[in-house]
């Protein structure tokens, strides 16, 4: 982790001032923030940068973002570090995004790092990056964030089948099975279940198809389906 100089957790008159000003605009668009303390002001401008965001003024957003990344404790700056990558990622400025993304990894929040670590490694696996994709969605896998975790685990797997470590993906899979989440844990599940199927482990590959459907998700339950259609037909 980066250490931060301890210059930078002292409020300053300027940032005293930037405080005041926010409490102000956050009330003028309807957050509460009767009862918000010097060390909540932070947490405060990320809400109302989400709120300024979703209202449609992103320049905006995104300059309350940048300024906490830099005069925010170090724990906010995580948190707006992320929320900076995901509103860059989202108009498409790949590079603002991975720039945004690496400071929340580095920075001491757990939460912020876990689902940046997230984002940049699929965004890097995307890129070809594969190398430094396995080495942060390892980072978002390991973490506890009951998000980042199981979704790390999948695209982790993912990426480990593509390259042929099959044993590796496996154990990968095997993780976001165990979570029991809702969409990552049937994914991974498919996946494992073709897996088994490509190396001769067609009973566990054939149950593995069978607990998916019967989860009746969306998306993979079909998935499943034709994976379990086309395994009997091969056994014929």
């Known amino acids: 982790m980066r250490w931060w100089p301890e210059r930078w957790r002292r409020r300053t008159a300027e ?15 309807g957050i509460p923030a009767e009862r918000v303390n010097d060390s909540d002001v932070e947490d405060l401008a990320i809400a109302m940068a989400k709120n300024t965001y979703e209202k449609g ?9 940048r300024l906490i990344t830099v005069k925010g404790r170090p724990s906010a700056a995580g948190m707006a570090a992320f929320n900076l990558g995901v509103m860059l990622e989202s108009r498409g ?14 920075l001491p929040d757990r939460d912020a790092a876990a689902m940046a670590a997230l984002n940049l490694g699929i965004i890097l696996f995307h890129e070809g990056d594969t190398e430094q994709a396995r080495t942060l969605l390892t980072i978002a896998m390991e973490s506890s964030h009951p998000q980042a975790a199981p979704k790390g685990a999948f695209n982790l797997g993912g990426l480990l089948a593509r390259e042929g470590r099959t044993e590796e993906a496996m154990r990968a899979l095997q993780r976001a099975v165990d979570s029991g989440h809702p969409d990552e844990s049937p994914g991974a599940l498919t ?31 079909a998935m499943a389906h034709a994976c ?9």
């Open 93 to 106: 400025d790949a590079r603002g995004a991975r720039h945004a993304y690496r400071m929340a990894v580095d």
């Open 57 to 65: 003024d992103i320049a905006a957003a995104e300059k309350m973002l």
């Open 15 to 29: 940032s005293d001032s930037f405080a005041d000003l926010l409490l102000a605009a956050a009330r003028e668009r």
């Open 191 to 221: 996946q494992l279940g073709a897996l088994w199927f490509t190396t001769g482990r067609v009973a566990e590959a054939e149950a593995a198809f069978e607990r998916v459907i019967a989860t009746r998700h969306p998306e993979f339950a």
């Open 228 to 236: 379990l259609l086309d395994l009997r037909r091969q056994r014929r």
